[in-house]
Protein backbone atom coordinates (compact mmCIF):
# COMPACT_ATOMS: atom_id res chain seq x y z
CA UNK A 1 0.00 0.00 0.00
CA UNK A 2 1.14 3.42 -0.52
CA UNK A 3 2.29 5.53 2.27
CA UNK A 4 1.64 9.14 3.13
CA UNK A 5 4.09 11.14 5.47
CA UNK A 6 2.90 14.18 5.99
CA UNK A 7 4.88 16.57 7.63
CA UNK A 8 4.67 18.80 10.24
CA UNK A 9 2.53 16.89 13.12
CA UNK A 10 1.64 19.97 14.36
CA UNK A 11 2.57 23.89 14.19
CA UNK A 12 1.74 26.90 15.69
CA UNK A 13 0.95 30.26 13.85
CA UNK A 14 -0.20 33.51 14.42
CA UNK A 15 -3.40 35.31 12.30
CA UNK A 16 -2.40 36.76 9.20
CA UNK A 17 0.70 33.76 8.97
CA UNK A 18 1.10 31.92 5.78
CA UNK A 19 0.78 28.57 6.60
CA UNK A 20 2.51 25.33 4.93
CA UNK A 21 1.99 21.43 5.13
CA UNK A 22 3.48 19.11 3.00
CA UNK A 23 2.88 15.18 1.88
CA UNK A 24 5.30 13.38 0.32
CA UNK A 25 3.60 9.79 -1.27
CA UNK A 26 5.82 6.65 -1.28
CA UNK A 27 5.35 6.25 -5.38
CA UNK A 28 3.84 8.65 -7.69
CA UNK A 29 0.01 8.81 -7.59
CA UNK A 30 -0.15 11.20 -9.99
CA UNK A 31 -2.59 14.32 -8.94
CA UNK A 32 -4.54 11.65 -6.92
CA UNK A 33 -4.47 14.09 -3.56
CA UNK A 34 -7.44 15.42 -1.58
CA UNK A 35 -6.74 17.66 1.50
CA UNK A 36 -8.83 17.56 4.75
CA UNK A 37 -9.90 19.59 7.46
CA UNK A 38 -11.54 18.45 10.75
CA UNK A 39 -12.33 20.44 13.72
CA UNK A 40 -12.94 18.54 16.96
CA UNK A 41 -15.65 16.49 17.29
CA UNK A 42 -16.63 16.80 13.43
CA UNK A 43 -15.86 14.84 10.34
CA UNK A 44 -13.18 15.72 8.19
CA UNK A 45 -14.24 18.25 5.60
CA UNK A 46 -13.05 18.02 1.84
CA UNK A 47 -11.09 21.15 0.79
CA UNK A 48 -8.88 20.38 -1.74
CA UNK A 49 -9.44 17.56 -4.42
CA UNK A 50 -7.29 15.82 -7.47
CA UNK A 51 -3.78 17.88 -5.41
CA UNK A 52 -4.76 21.17 -6.71
CA UNK A 53 -8.87 21.90 -6.87
CA UNK A 54 -10.82 24.16 -4.34
CA UNK A 55 -13.86 22.43 -3.63
CA UNK A 56 -16.97 24.42 -4.06
CA UNK A 57 -17.15 27.13 -1.25
CA UNK A 58 -13.66 26.89 0.21
CA UNK A 59 -12.30 30.14 0.84
CA UNK A 60 -9.55 30.86 -0.86
CA UNK A 61 -7.10 30.97 1.42
CA UNK A 62 -6.95 27.14 0.82
CA UNK A 63 -4.52 26.04 -2.09
CA UNK A 64 -3.27 22.59 -3.19
CA UNK A 65 0.07 22.11 -5.28
CA UNK A 66 2.03 19.28 -6.31
CA UNK A 67 2.05 15.83 -8.42
CA UNK A 68 3.86 12.88 -8.35
CA UNK A 69 4.93 12.39 -4.60
CA UNK A 70 5.08 15.44 -3.23
CA UNK A 71 2.21 17.87 -2.20
CA UNK A 72 1.41 21.00 -0.67
CA UNK A 73 -0.85 22.31 1.16
CA UNK A 74 -1.23 26.11 2.22
CA UNK A 75 -2.97 28.50 4.05
CA UNK A 76 -2.31 32.19 2.74
CA UNK A 77 -3.67 33.73 6.17
CA UNK A 78 -4.54 31.95 8.62
CA UNK A 79 -7.87 33.14 10.57
CA UNK A 80 -8.94 31.95 14.02
CA UNK A 81 -11.55 29.34 12.24
CA UNK A 82 -8.61 27.44 10.81
CA UNK A 83 -7.47 25.74 14.21
CA UNK A 84 -7.98 22.64 12.92
CA UNK A 85 -6.08 19.09 11.85
CA UNK A 86 -5.49 18.93 8.61
CA UNK A 87 -5.13 15.29 6.32
CA UNK A 88 -4.06 14.81 3.17
CA UNK A 89 -5.23 10.95 1.26
CA UNK A 90 -4.16 9.57 -1.85
CA UNK A 91 -6.45 7.61 -3.87
CA UNK A 92 -4.47 6.35 -6.87
CA UNK A 93 -4.79 3.01 -5.19
CA UNK A 94 -6.57 1.92 -1.91
CA UNK A 95 -7.17 5.06 -0.11
CA UNK A 96 -4.82 6.12 2.82
CA UNK A 97 -4.48 9.24 4.36
CA UNK A 98 -1.31 11.26 6.22
CA UNK A 99 -1.11 11.45 9.77
CA UNK A 100 -2.33 14.65 10.54
CA UNK A 101 -1.09 18.45 10.88
CA UNK A 102 -2.49 20.28 14.22
CA UNK A 103 -2.66 23.70 13.39
CA UNK A 104 -2.96 26.26 16.54
CA UNK A 105 -3.14 29.54 17.11
CA UNK A 106 0.27 31.26 18.77
CA UNK B 1 -27.92 18.03 -0.50
CA UNK B 2 -27.39 14.25 0.59
CA UNK B 3 -27.22 13.84 4.06
CA UNK B 4 -25.57 10.36 5.81
CA UNK B 5 -26.37 8.86 9.35
CA UNK B 6 -24.71 6.05 10.65
CA UNK B 7 -26.58 3.65 13.08
CA UNK B 8 -26.04 0.69 15.07
CA UNK B 9 -24.85 -1.06 18.71
CA UNK B 10 -21.88 1.71 20.58
CA UNK B 11 -20.92 -1.12 22.79
CA UNK B 12 -19.76 -4.30 20.97
CA UNK B 13 -18.22 -7.44 22.97
CA UNK B 14 -14.39 -8.29 21.82
CA UNK B 15 -14.68 -11.40 19.17
CA UNK B 16 -18.04 -10.21 17.81
CA UNK B 17 -19.18 -8.60 14.60
CA UNK B 18 -19.75 -5.08 14.66
CA UNK B 19 -21.99 -3.92 12.59
CA UNK B 20 -23.44 -0.43 11.13
CA UNK B 21 -25.50 0.96 9.07
CA UNK B 22 -25.42 4.55 7.04
CA UNK B 23 -28.99 5.63 5.45
CA UNK B 24 -28.53 8.22 2.73
CA UNK B 25 -31.30 10.99 2.62
CA UNK B 26 -31.39 13.66 -0.10
CA UNK B 27 -29.93 11.24 -3.02
CA UNK B 28 -30.24 8.16 -4.33
CA UNK B 29 -27.65 5.37 -3.10
CA UNK B 30 -27.19 4.26 -7.16
CA UNK B 31 -24.98 5.99 -7.90
CA UNK B 32 -21.53 6.85 -6.66
CA UNK B 33 -19.01 4.82 -4.39
CA UNK B 34 -20.24 4.61 -0.78
CA UNK B 35 -17.19 4.26 1.83
CA UNK B 36 -16.82 3.68 5.65
CA UNK B 37 -13.92 5.17 7.29
CA UNK B 38 -12.67 5.10 10.86
CA UNK B 39 -10.28 7.25 13.71
CA UNK B 40 -9.50 6.04 17.00
CA UNK B 41 -9.97 7.92 19.76
CA UNK B 42 -6.74 10.53 19.68
CA UNK B 43 -5.84 9.03 16.36
CA UNK B 44 -5.74 9.67 12.18
CA UNK B 45 -8.10 8.81 9.92
CA UNK B 46 -8.08 5.09 8.21
CA UNK B 47 -9.72 3.93 5.05
CA UNK B 48 -12.24 0.80 6.15
CA UNK B 49 -13.40 0.45 2.20
CA UNK B 50 -16.04 1.31 -0.13
CA UNK B 51 -18.67 0.15 -2.21
CA UNK B 52 -20.43 0.80 -5.68
CA UNK B 53 -24.41 1.36 -6.33
CA UNK B 54 -23.66 -1.68 -8.73
CA UNK B 55 -22.39 -3.95 -5.70
CA UNK B 56 -18.17 -4.08 -6.61
CA UNK B 57 -16.29 -3.52 -3.59
CA UNK B 58 -12.47 -2.34 -2.62
CA UNK B 59 -11.54 -2.93 0.95
CA UNK B 60 -8.43 -1.92 3.27
CA UNK B 61 -6.22 -4.91 2.97
CA UNK B 62 -5.07 -5.08 6.50
CA UNK B 63 -8.62 -5.41 7.69
CA UNK B 64 -9.81 -7.50 4.27
CA UNK B 65 -10.12 -10.81 6.03
CA UNK B 66 -12.81 -9.44 8.19
CA UNK B 67 -14.66 -6.65 6.41
CA UNK B 68 -17.93 -6.99 4.48
CA UNK B 69 -19.42 -4.27 2.71
CA UNK B 70 -23.06 -4.62 1.32
CA UNK B 71 -25.51 -2.20 -0.33
CA UNK B 72 -29.43 -2.41 -0.06
CA UNK B 73 -30.64 -0.13 -2.76
CA UNK B 74 -34.60 -0.39 -1.92
CA UNK B 75 -33.64 0.99 1.13
CA UNK B 76 -31.21 3.76 0.19
CA UNK B 77 -28.96 2.23 2.63
CA UNK B 78 -24.98 0.21 2.61
CA UNK B 79 -23.71 -1.44 5.66
CA UNK B 80 -20.54 -2.68 7.37
CA UNK B 81 -19.81 -5.56 9.00
CA UNK B 82 -16.50 -5.93 11.20
CA UNK B 83 -15.94 -9.70 12.43
CA UNK B 84 -13.85 -10.77 15.18
CA UNK B 85 -13.51 -7.40 16.78
CA UNK B 86 -10.97 -6.58 19.77
CA UNK B 87 -10.03 -3.54 21.39
CA UNK B 88 -8.07 -1.81 18.60
CA UNK B 89 -11.11 -1.31 16.79
CA UNK B 90 -12.69 0.69 19.02
CA UNK B 91 -13.20 4.01 16.79
CA UNK B 92 -15.61 6.83 15.71
CA UNK B 93 -16.73 5.04 12.35
CA UNK B 94 -18.04 7.38 9.57
CA UNK B 95 -19.76 6.66 6.22
CA UNK B 96 -19.76 8.65 3.18
CA UNK B 97 -20.64 8.87 -0.17
CA UNK B 98 -17.29 9.56 -2.25
CA UNK B 99 -15.07 12.14 -0.37
CA UNK B 100 -17.03 14.91 -0.55
CA UNK B 101 -20.55 13.85 1.61
CA UNK B 102 -19.82 12.58 5.68
CA UNK B 103 -22.06 11.38 8.05
CA UNK B 104 -21.82 12.41 11.55
CA UNK B 105 -19.48 9.46 12.98
CA UNK B 106 -20.82 7.07 15.08
CA UNK B 107 -18.61 5.73 18.38
CA UNK B 108 -18.07 1.84 18.43
CA UNK B 109 -16.41 0.96 21.54
CA UNK B 110 -15.24 -3.01 21.56
CA UNK B 111 -15.00 -3.67 25.46
CA UNK B 112 -16.21 -6.84 27.55
Known amino acids: DIQMTQSPSSLSASVGDRVTITCQASQDISNYLNWYQQKPGKAPKLLIY???NLETGVPSRFSGSGSGTDFTFTISSLQPEDIATYYC????????FGQGTKVEIK | QVQLQESGPGLVKPSETLSLTCTVS????????WSWIRQPPGKGLEWIGYIYYSGSTNYNPSLKSRVTISVDTSKNQFSLKLSSVTAADTAVYYC??????WGQGTLVTVSS
Open chain 1, 50 to 52: DAS
Open chain 2, 26 to 33: GGSISSYY
Open chain 2, 96 to 101: ARGNRD
Open chain 1, 89 to 96: QQYDTEPT
